[in-house]
């Protein structure tokens, strides 16, 4: 069974940063696409970046290019998304995905596993 376990969220003040990790297990990870995604209260849950199975491929939302990178180490089963520059905007629950396309993928339908999420609050 896939699990993805999200962990690395807090409270962080306006221009602040965080790095949120999610561990996987029960797949070879190293073949799958990742992705993070973000749902803030009130709002559908929404693409942040995701990465292909090597790295070599990344895709970011617009809205957090530049201040956001996403990254894995495969030998540790990782995935992390180094926040920096934080907003208020950001706040919302993080979560992370892993899909079997081979290329870095903003559609939610094409992520088979998604983790349990965890709360990024960003105060003014």
């Known amino acids: 069974q896939v699990q993805l376990v999200e962990s690395g969220g807090g409270l962080v003040q306006t221009g602040g940063s965080l790095r949120l990790s999610c561990a996987a297990s029960?797949?070879?990870?190293?073949?799958?696409?990742m992705g993070w995604f973000r749902q803030a209260p009130g709002k559908e849950r929404e693409f942040v970046a995701a990465?292909?199975?090597?790295?070599?491929?990344?895709d970011y939302a617009h809205s957090v290019k530049g201040r956001f990178t996403i990254s894995r180490d495969n030998a540790k089963n990782t995935v992390y998304l180094q926040m920096n520059s934080l907003k208020p905007e950001d706040t919302a629950v993080y979560y992370c995905a892993s899909g079997s396309y081979s290329l870095p993928s903003n559609r939610q339908n094409e992520y088979d596993y998604w983790g349990q999420g965890t709360q990024v609050t960003v105060s003014s």
């Open positions: 029960g797949r070879t990870f190293s073949r799958y696409v």
């Open positions: 990465i292909s199975w090597s790295g070599r491929s990344i």
